[in-house]
């Protein structure tokens, strides 16, 4: 088949390099947006463009001598971190490694026509890379939003969800980001729940290279794609729980994101998980018994007006969001799973 990413819809964009323009509608939407330019003004993405000896002086300027943790996989890989053909494992391996020597083999590897596939993500910077933040800071009023950065080379992570709203920025090599909304969950044959490759359940379909025989309904799937190709000093909005494969270019590419929004009481992903235990495998007039439940006190139309015809003292656990209702909660559920 003709290549799928060449031929999917480009993600809307924006001129970003005056960051007033991006507003808080935009932070708070549920489509994605290419912020092009928006850390334009970096010192970080000024050394990008410079190559990678010069980026790699750059970061050991802020070194804190902490350990990260690696991917690290075979030339025979190509870059893409995956399961193992038997599904045994993963073609990689997980370690720790310092900044310096990493810095080196990507350096060593620079000219490399198959060179191994590293890769360190989601190192936040006050914990690894103390002055980042001040040297590079975030033009837009993101609340609580930690810096990671991303180190590697030419590698790809397949197409995974997140649970917040997220910001990328590329400062070293290049990004592209392949995006399919959230209800293409069906259509992407994610992977095993419980084992993944760094938290999130991963689309078992190589997007480059997609097998429609095997994997038939990821045509429908590719017709909702997004692309966005970006740049030192580009960045992407990406709203929470949409779906990405994420490939990165170059022989040392950095890129920073700000993760926010998180939900008070966490993830909902265990709550699936527990579904899977107790609704899925009922009988099926209890299971669309259990639906309506979930119908009218979680996804109906105004599912707060649930507990209405109760006094606002009696509402307990169906009254509305605070912290005395999230301890509750968590006091319930820890009862019932005796924890």
């Given at each position: 088949m003709t290549d799928p990413v060449a031929q999917a819809k480009r993600v809307a964009e924006m001129d970003a390099s005056d960051p007033a323009r991006v507003t808080t509608d935009i932070l708070a939407g549920d489509r994605p947006m290419v912020?092009?330019?928006l850390a334009g003004a970096w010192p970080s993405v000024a050394v990008g463009r410079q190559g990678p000896d010069a980026t790699a002086a750059y970061l050991r300027r802020f070194d804190s001598g902490r350990p990260m943790g690696i991917f690290a996989g075979p030339?025979?890989?190509g870059g893409r971190f995956f399961y193992r053909d038997d599904m045994q494992g993963f073609n990689f391996d997980r370690g720790q490694v310092l900044l310096g020597p990493l810095l080196d083999a990507l350096l060593a590897e620079a000219d490399s026509p198959t060179p191994p596939a590293l890769y360190a993500g989601a190192n936040?910077?006050?914990?690894?890379f103390p002055g980042w933040m001040q040297d590079n800071p975030l033009p837009l009023a993101?609340?609580?939003?930690?810096?990671?950065?991303w180190l590697g080379n030419a590698t790809?992570?397949?197409?995974?969800?997140?649970?917040?709203?997220?910001?990328?920025?590329?400062?070293?090599?290049?990004?592209r980001f392949a995006i399919f909304p959230p209800d293409q969950v069906g259509n992407l044959y994610v992977g095993p729940l419980?084992?993944?490759?760094?938290?999130?359940p991963s689309s078992m379909v190589d997007l480059e290279h997609p097998d429609l025989d095997r994997y038939p309904q990821f045509a429908a799937a590719l017709a909702t794609m997004q692309v966005a190709e970006l740049e030192p000093g580009d960045a992407l909005f990406m709203p929470p729980l949409w779906w990405h494969d994420v490939r990165a270019s170059g022989p040392l590419n950095v890129l920073v994101n700000y993760w926010w929004g998180e939900r008070e009481?966490?993830?909902a992903f265990p709550a699936l998980i527990h579904a899977l235990l107790t609704v899925r495998d009922l009988p099926p007039a209890e299971r669309q018994a259990v639906k309506a439940w979930f119908d009218h006190y979680v996804f109906g139309d105004d599912p707060a007006a649930a507990g209405a015809h109760l006094p606002p003292h009696a509402r307990g656990i169906l009254g509305p969001p605070t912290l005395e209702r999230t301890?509750?909660?968590?006091?319930?559920?820890?009862?019932?799973?005796?924890?």
């Amino acid at each position: 088949m003709t290549d799928p990413v060449a031929q999917a819809k480009r993600v809307a964009e924006m001129d970003a390099s005056d960051p007033a323009r991006v507003t808080t509608d935009i932070l708070a939407g549920d489509r994605p947006m290419v912020l092009r330019g928006l850390a334009g003004a970096w010192p970080s993405v000024a050394v990008g463009r410079q190559g990678p000896d010069a980026t790699a002086a750059y970061l050991r300027r802020f070194d804190s001598g902490r350990p990260m943790g690696i991917f690290a996989g075979p030339p025979s890989i190509g870059g893409r971190f995956f399961y193992r053909d038997d599904m045994q494992g993963f073609n990689f391996d997980r370690g720790q490694v310092l900044l310096g020597p990493l810095l080196d083999a990507l350096l060593a590897e620079a000219d490399s026509p198959t060179p191994p596939a590293l890769y360190a993500g989601a190192n936040a910077a006050p914990d690894h890379f103390p002055g980042w933040m001040q040297d590079n800071p975030l033009p837009l009023a993101i609340p609580a939003a930690t810096p990671r950065l991303w180190l590697g080379n030419a590698t790809r992570v397949s197409t995974h969800y997140d649970m917040s709203a997220n910001i990328a920025v590329v400062v070293a090599g290049r990004r592209r980001f392949a995006i399919f909304p959230p209800d293409q969950v069906g259509n992407l044959y994610v992977g095993p729940l419980e084992t993944t490759m760094a938290g999130q359940p991963s689309s078992m379909v190589d997007l480059e290279h997609p097998d429609l025989d095997r994997y038939p309904q990821f045509a429908a799937a590719l017709a909702t794609m997004q692309v966005a190709e970006l740049e030192p000093g580009d960045a992407l909005f990406m709203p929470p729980l949409w779906w990405h494969d994420v490939r990165a270019s170059g022989p040392l590419n950095v890129l920073v994101n700000y993760w926010w929004g998180e939900r008070e009481g966490g993830s909902a992903f265990p709550a699936l998980i527990h579904a899977l235990l107790t609704v899925r495998d009922l009988p099926p007039a209890e299971r669309q018994a259990v639906k309506a439940w979930f119908d009218h006190y979680v996804f109906g139309d105004d599912p707060a007006a649930a507990g209405a015809h109760l006094p606002p003292h009696a509402r307990g656990i169906l009254g509305p969001p605070t912290l005395e209702r999230t301890g509750m909660i968590q006091g319930f559920l820890k009862r019932t799973f005796g924890g």
